[in-house]
């Protein structure tokens, strides 16, 4: 018998009653569904770091997983609600409002459609319009991957190009200098990673122990929030507990941290295009 693809959930919710329903309803329409959680705890309204979230997870998961988003503070409005096919063969169910900005950009979007409230919505809370995550997202997202319907009964297509898409700033290397914006932030450990590939570094011929100097700066303010000379290094305890490194990610790309310390909770940094590192080889005094 063949396996029925998983649902896997995040929203800004927490873990609370509102995402037990949301796995309740995926239960009505289907009892053998499998579903997961990615996470709950993104920032409260932050469609941007949804749209980092997804890009973080959706690779490892098989072809045919059914994503559900649900960072939605324009519920009940015009904004749209669909369903996006992703080139990997997955789906991810979310309200259209930027959250699908990094899987666009990186992954590759094949098509997206209007979720049909009308077929596609919970009946029995139809008088309720603040949340969709129960009655629109998950029961159409189940409802996918149930097999109940088709992709193209999820309702009518739209152009891909006009999905709401958050402004990201390219990475740059020009001679000494490498600088990229600020793309995702740890807030639990305070790591803070850019969108700077690794691999970067290695062209610019930057190696572990290297010694650099780093500016993170926010566009609304004049002087940089964090500046200092930072050691590249392989990982956490390669320097001295409340120092701070430059490392890879799990990404793979460029991240700052201090060993044991929260640093964007220290500096009050954040992620998105107002946010960004510059990099340089040459060491300050």
Known sequence: MKTKPAIVMQTDFTKDISVCTMQGVC???DPELRVFDSTHDIRSFDTYQASTSLSFVVDF???GT????VVDPGVGTGRRACVARLKNGSYVVTPDNGSLTHLKKFFGIEEVRVIDETRNRLQK???CHIFHGRDLFAYCGARLAAGVITYGEVGESYPVEEIVEHEIIPYQAD???ISGMIDAIDYHFGLICTNIPADVFEENGISFGDMLHVAIRNRNRQEPVFEGNVAYVPSFGSVEKGEPLLMTSETLQIQIATNCVNMAEAYDIHEGPDWTMEIEKEVKA
């Open 66 to 69: 059914v994503f559900v988003s």
């Open 175 to 177: 001679g000494g200098r």
């Open 27 to 29: 239960m009505m329409v």
């Open 125 to 127: 809370t139809k008088k």
């Open 61 to 63: 998961w098989p072809a």
